[in-house]
């Protein structure tokens, strides 16, 4: 069975470095924002080229926090594509404002520049962009745009850590960038984790206070903060995992090349190359017409699949109120067709070379 992921073979390596980690984290007897959190955030800051890197609990509490420091004035209205995962939109709306969500383009499934200029207002605030899948998005229309509107940018990297645009990285755009370690991210802890970084350093300061229950000083509270810290032990992991995160994305280049070689079949929309970016393929997902069936089929050939995602954020029981009326026929196009093919670490290029050959031949 070629298993879309399987968490044990992706961190199996790293257990000789875990083990003597862990060890020295249970003797040093310091388990909250220690030296573990400081070193990876100027760690973390520095392999994104951002100044500053404050480590929280969740690639929500990234998002959520980040929104936090910008002070909007209520009823302020902030972009986002409609077809991203459900934690960029419920980040905005649990930050106390109203998610306003604009189509991707169908070739790249990033937000579509032309569309964020349509959906303005004179509320709108922010945009918050996501590098679906890995993929940078088109940077250059979406910074003048904002620039030409006074928006702020906030980047959703949790899919996207290392992607590059203009040899630049992701994360280094925005205002702030938002990056997630849930365990399947390309830079992954063994729990729940997340991060937020800058260049400035107002905001750094800010966002280490609000993870912090907003104290600067201990028991001193300067603003209305929450729990939200990465935990020293995930750090510990976090940091050696990030010295291999290079060479995990290199590896996913490697299997995604050979996706787009070896794949030949009329019905299935492959990803479009990128001529600024290079992505780093957390999920290297193709559409088909008949989405359901061929992860049906592929399974009876041992392969499994994922779909990113079944069912649009505008049509979720949670949300339907606040997007009801709205059609984004785009996003439920890509959610009807999209699936998710295997590349994660322990995948081999003779793995994806069985899968290509088998989706080739099921061609009718
Ligand atoms: C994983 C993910 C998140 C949420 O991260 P958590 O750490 O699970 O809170 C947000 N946005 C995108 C695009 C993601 O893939």
């Known amino acids: 069975m070629l298993e879309y992921e ?17 060890k020295s984290f249970l003797e040093n007897g310091m388990y909250i924002l ?18 500053y890197c404050v480590g929280v609990a969740s690639g929500f509490d990234a998002m959520y926090l980040s929104i936090l420091t910008l ?16 934690a960029t939109i ?31 207002s004179s509320r709108t605030r922010a945009i918050m962009i996501v590098h679906l899948y890995g993929r940078p998005c088109e940077l250059d229309p979406i910074i003048s745009i904002a620039n030409q509107y006074g928006l702020t940018i906030i980047e959703d990297c949790a899919q996207a850590h290392g992607a590059t645009y203009r040899d630049k990285k992701v ?47 201990k028991y001193f509270n300067k603003y209305i903060g929450i729990n939200s810290r990465l935990d020293e032990l995930q750090a510990a992991f976090l940091r ?13 280049r490697k299997l995604a090349e050979e996706y787009l070689r070896k794949i030949v079949n009329s019905e299935i929309v492959l990803p479009i190359p990128m001529e600024n970016g290079e992505a780093v393929w957390h999920i290297f997902n193709v559409r088909h017409p008949r989405r359901d069936e061929l992860k049906k089929f592929l399974l009876t050939k041992g392969i499994g699949t994922e779909i990113h995602y079944p069912l649009p954020p505008h049509q979720q029981s949670s949300c339907k109120k606040l997007f ?6 785009l996003s439920e196009l890509i959610h009807q067709t999209t699936l998710s093919l295997p590349i994660s670490t322990f995948h081999t290029v003779n793995d994806i070379e069985y899968i290509s050959e088998v989706i080739s031949k099921s061609e009718r």
């Open 240 to 252: 050696i995992k990030l010295r291999k995160l290079e060479k995990v994305n290199d590896h996913k």
């Open 324 to 329: 009801r009326g709205q059609q984004f026929p």
């Open 6 to 22: 399987n968490l044990n073979k992706v961190n199996a390596p790293y257990e000789a470095e875990f083990i003597p980690a862990f």
């Open 171 to 217: 994360g280094s755009f925005g205002t702030t960038g938002a990056f997630s370690f849930y365990p399947t991210k390309n830079l992954g802890a063994l729990g729940d984790g997340g991060a937020i970084v800058t260049d400035n350093e107002e905001i750094a300061a800010k966002l280490k206070a609000l993870r912090n229950y907003g104290s600067e000083t």
């Open 34 to 51: 220690n030296g573990e959190v400081d070193q990876f955030e100027k760690e973390f800051a520095r392999y994104c080229g951002s100044r």
């Open 90 to 120: 419920f980040s905005i709306i649990k930050a106390g404002y109203k998610p306003v969500l604009v189509e991707p383009e169908i070739r790249s499934y990033n937000i579509d520049p032309e569309g964020i200029e349509a959906q303005i």
């Open 71 to 86: 002070d909007l004035p209520k009823n302020s209205e902030i972009l986002v594509p409609s077809n991203t995962y459900i």
